[in-house]
């Protein structure tokens, strides 16, 4: 029997968080101030083998941040199922156990309201007034230097640091260095094979790939200068229709200014839409949900497999070994804003 949970039962575990102060942004022309609406995640695990004992299922949940708000309306499950988090990023997920199925097929579907706010730090003239030298960098943000299995700090990734960023001396002008590097000597382009895995090596040579290919040699260059940077995955939002299908996931990067705090960048869509360009080093627009954060994830309750590369699917195992035969959808539909009074008038 399903069971579905309802939002009153789950606000608890996702506090409104309230709008962190931010530097002014004069760039609203390319991105509305906030997007609030509904987005649906379905998803079936498939031809489940007959005599399977355990099923285990880890879905990625959103939260509640200083830059969007994040509500879940309801959970439809075969079993019951339990919130947890994991402790080097914080990622939350939705956690459940099936044992000894006895259906071919378990479906699941999480329904959210969401209000997605656009993230500016100001333009790189303001983000530069205020730079200073890369800083020591704070024990707790050591993680956010050291490599990950498809990010190497080291090697090709370092002598590129050095060519690219190393005639800068501001964490802000490394970081601006880097971003054009990647937006001129990289293009958005799906063909062929080994784009999409965000492996900086890869990306490096071929010059080509989606954005975690743009984004993963932007976090090296950067981690090799001992500036932090981290990668954050969730799903696009249409920027000009307010309902339908998403078919799947966009990514994009933060880096660390002591002075500053965490600055976003976009670069592949600054690709894909050139007059962007300066916008998108020091802002995101509103037209996205994040799922989660890091690289080389590690998931609770822990999973037998190894770390996940990042983690913005549901991730399954049957019988302690991953499994991929999975049937996912992705929608969303806008909440309009009834307007007021004054306003209809």
């Known amino acids: 029997m399903k069971m579905r949970i309802f939002s009153s039962l789950l606000l608890l575990l996702f506090p409104v968080c ?20 509904r987005f649906s995640y379905n998803f079936t695990v498939k031809d489940i083998p007959s005599g399977t004992k355990r099923v285990r299922v880890w879905v990625p949940v959103p939260q509640s941040d200083p830059h969007q708000t994040v509500r879940v309306l309801a959970v439809e499950s075969p079993v019951k199922t339990r919130m947890t988090h994991e402790t080097e990023y914080g990622n939350r997920m939705m956690y459940a156990e099936i044992q000894n199925p006895t259906s071919d097929k378990a479906a699941f579907t999480i329904e959210y309201k969401i209000t997605r706010r656009e993230y500016s730090r100001g333009d790189y003239a303001q983000l530069e007034r205020t730079d200073q030298k890369p800083a020591i ?11 990950d299995t498809l990010i190497p700090t080291d090697g090709k990734i370092k002598e590129l640091a050095v060519e690219v960023t190393g005639s800068q001396s501001g964490t802000v002008a490394k970081a601006k260095a880097a971003y054009d590097y990647f937006f001129t000597n990289m293009r958005y382009d799906k063909t062929g094979s080994g784009w999409g895995r965000g492996d900086a090596l890869w990306a490096c040579d071929s010059k080509h790939g989606n954005c975690t290919d743009f984004h993963s040699p932007f976090i090296g260059v950067l981690r090799a200068d001992g500036i932090p940077a981290r990668f954050d995955i969730g799903f696009p939002l249409p920027e000009k229709k307010d309902n339908g299908d998403i078919p ?16 976003p960048v976009d670069i592949s869509e600054a690709w894909k839409a050139k007059d962007k360009r300066d916008y998108f080093f020091g802002t995101v627009d509103a037209n996205r949900v994040q799922f989660s954060t890091g690289r080389d994830v590690m998931l609770s309750p822990k999973q037998d497999g190894p770390a996940l590369n990042y983690f913005v699917y549901p991730y399954v195992e049957i019988d302690g070994k991953p499994y991929e035969k999975l049937d ?3 929608s969303f539909e806008e909440i309009k804003r009834a307007p007021t009074t004054a306003e209809a008038q």
């Open 18 to 37: 309230p709008l962190a102060a931010q530097a002014p942004s004069n760039t609203q022309k390319f991105s509305p101030p906030a997007r609030t609406f």
């Open 137 to 147: 960098v704070p024990t707790s943000m050591n993680r956010l230097i050291a490599p």
């Open 248 to 263: 799947g996931y966009h990514c994009w990067a933060e880096f660390y200014a002591i002075k500053t705090g965490w600055i």
């Open 328 to 330: 996912k959808q992705f």
